[in-house]
């Protein structure tokens, strides 16, 4: 069957992008068909119509405007779509000339993808959107990863045992591996992030081939000024920069040169511990009530994606550490300081996402400004801090402010204060910049007092006060007298300057060189105008992107700037302290705090938190503190607080606490908390199991471990021994600083038989069969778990606590003479729980009931109802 013209164009393009959505544009709208139209519009919850047939069947058709295009696709994005743009080439006039029936030229023009957006509202404006590419040469492995929204690129080598925390570390929003093996090998762990997984061609992972193209991108001759990269990094890198030129259609983004980045350069943590702490999103999945969202107080985009960055990537270099604490020390001894640094970050927008969006010509004249705005806040910033005598990291970020007067310079002149969004609204350039572009101006927006003036020039020039010029659709511009004055007008010398052009019954109509001249720049006037601005908008654009690199750096500074003066803010306001950090083992913290519990105790208007000490400190030996107490105590939140304290400190940062030492840390490990995984099979004992495998598996003497409720999942005695087990290999063998959690107070005999073993409890007290928690820890052992107590406050039926107590009191009592911590079935019948409380027996009436039925209110004088309630209070004493 024949199809029309427009429809074997669309055909042909979506041959091109078989798993992709084509966005088909027609005019002023984005048109889907077929299959795609089917899917999108069940997916946006629009509309599905038809267009025409084919082999004999409706299409099927579906769209979405053009100029709310971005709201689309990212609602497409978010549930699993790619989508390939398709635009229109040429106009339908351009068209037109190749035959009446040509179709419009149309080409995809970029192919949207998770991990390839640039758009602000496409993108969390404080968070990283991460394109990461994984490769396996023989025994290499590397992965690489890039923003191309800021132009951030890094790579490192990694070995595929690390390649599930690091892709916990980066939360990428796309991955990228190659065919074959590597995928299968990937897709289970894309499936647990929920990674959307992109394989490629071997073709595109070729590291020889990948070189070439990565001295293109940065225009060298060599990678080795950049680093020396194995062949697995180059073929990482080489693989993402081949599928920007895939989804960008060649226009590349503008790339940082490659950071090259160490496995030991940061703390290692694994999935599961991140996932447990809650550093920057919650068990539920959002932001709020994470680490990251009590601790957040930048004021810039980039500042918090920063902070993001350094809250998942604590350092473990000394020199690192120290020069952040010493930024943060310099800003909190100057409270004036920091937020006169503030307020001017407030004003400051996202330098390198605008930069992005211009290289990738997505831009406006809004990111123009941007440029501009953020340009002259940094000036200010570097100026607000010229005579003071900044330590080392904000010394490096003010001078990475300066340079851009000439910049700056140009784009104050050259734009007005606020500029529409898109370059084709024109406006955007300041009067008086362009001389071209104001003559142009002048005649869009005056023609109407040109014409005047036009007119009374005329007609003192003919002697004629009834000359009018006027205009209409056929004629255009022309001067129209009354007949009477035709003679005159016709003859000589007049006849020389005005043209004769009509003649109608009342008037005769005329034109001259000047007016038609005239006619053409006004009419021409308005797109004379437009093309003058988007000539100078890309004259700006060049100028910026020559400086790209400098203006990285400047975003960098700025959000440096910005971290130092929030962490400062939050120090203060927190009444956080600074930490000592060293390379020893060193593990001590006094008046310790859960920074998300606190805040939220606050928030509810609750009690204070409670602050507790914790001293892990070793030598050559395990430092573990053995602790019990009961559920609702506070334990895991004492687990999990210690170790935030220590991430925040090598993050450098002020921490939640009166005193803190921390030695540094190479890996942290966390098992807390009871979680299954049924769809890869594993009950929530298997993973409990897997996660203490991999913390013994891995844990180094540098490590700090928090293990809550190891072996609860099992019966009685084997969750015993493989805590028990587990704590003697964290001893013996890993060495490690470690906080042991358990309910099986039989491993409190462990303190006195290893030496690096210390129990610790939560001390609670019991007040007339109830349980108080103090929330407080202190060394010693807990005589009991106080769980009945704790089903009681969940709200137990009575005769459930009731028959709970009887069955605890005969196990304990078997265990005490000797048994083996267990009854037989007989001295507990099934049927003997506790009856269910029976109603009390009816009394008979009281003393002041029997009052009250002789009393008749509408009867009684004051002086007797007086005289009633005294009798009355007389009964109610007695009783």
Known sequence: MTVT????????????????????????????????????????????????????????????PVHAAEGYLLSLIRKGFRVAVGEQLESPAEAKKRGYKAVVKRDVVRLVTPGTLTEDSLLEARRHNFLVSYTELRDEAALAWADISTGAFHVMPIPRVRLSPELARLAPSELIVADGPVYDHCLPLTEEYKIPLTPLGKASFDSTAAEKRLCALFNVGALDGFGTFSRAEVSAMGALIDYLEITQKGKLPLMQHPVQEAEDRVVQIDASTRRNLELTRSLSGGRAGSLLSVVDRTVTPGGGRLLEQRLSSPSRNLDTISARLAALDFTVDQPGLGQDLRDALRKTPDLDRALSRLALERGGPRDLAAIRNGLTQAEDIAAFCASLDLPSLMAQAREALLGFDDLLALLDAALVAEPPLMARDGGFIAPGYDPELDEARTLRDEGRSVIAALQQKYSEHTGINALKIKHNNVLGYFIETTATHADKMLSAPLSETYIHRQTTANQVRFTTVELSELETRILNAGNLALESEKRLYAVLSGAILDQAALL??????????????????????????????????????????????????????????????????????????????????????????????ALLAQMGSYVPAERAHIGLISQLFSRVGASDDLARGRSTFMVEMVETAAILNQADDKALVILDEIGRGTATYDGLSIAWATLEHLHETNRSRALFATHYHELTQLASKLPGVDNATVSVKEWEGEVIFLHEVRKGAADRSYGVQVAQLAGLPQSVVARARDVLDMLEKSSREGGKGSIQIDDLPLFAAAPAPQPKPAAGPSTIDLLLEDINPDDLTPREA??????LKDASNAT
């Open 552 to 645: 990285n750096q400047a975003a960098r500074g700025l959000a440096e700037f910005d971290l130092v003066t929030a962490l400062t803010d939050l120090a203060r306001a927190e009444n956080w302290s600074r930490p000592k950090v060293d390379t020893t083992r060193a593990f001590d913290i006094a008046g310790g705090r859960h920074p998300v519990v606190e805040h939220a105790l606050r928030q509810q208007g609750g009690d204070p938190f409670v602050a507790n000490d914790c001293d892990l400190s070793a030598e050559d030996t395990a430092a573990v503190w053995l602790l019990t107490g009961p559920n609702m105590a506070g334990k895991s939140t004492f687990l999990r607080q210690n170790a935030l304290i």
């Open 866 to 871: 007086l005289e009633a309630l005294y009798k």
């Open 5 to 64: 013209p427009m429809m074997a164009q669309y055909l042909d393009i979506k041959a091109q992008y078989p798993d992709a959505l084509l966005f088909y544009r027609m005019g002023d709208f984005y048109e889907m068909f077929f299959e795609d139209a089917v899917n999108a519009a069940e997916a946006l919850d629009i509309a599905l119509t038809k267009r025409g047939k084919h082999d004999g069947k409706d299409i099927p058709m579906c769209g979405v």
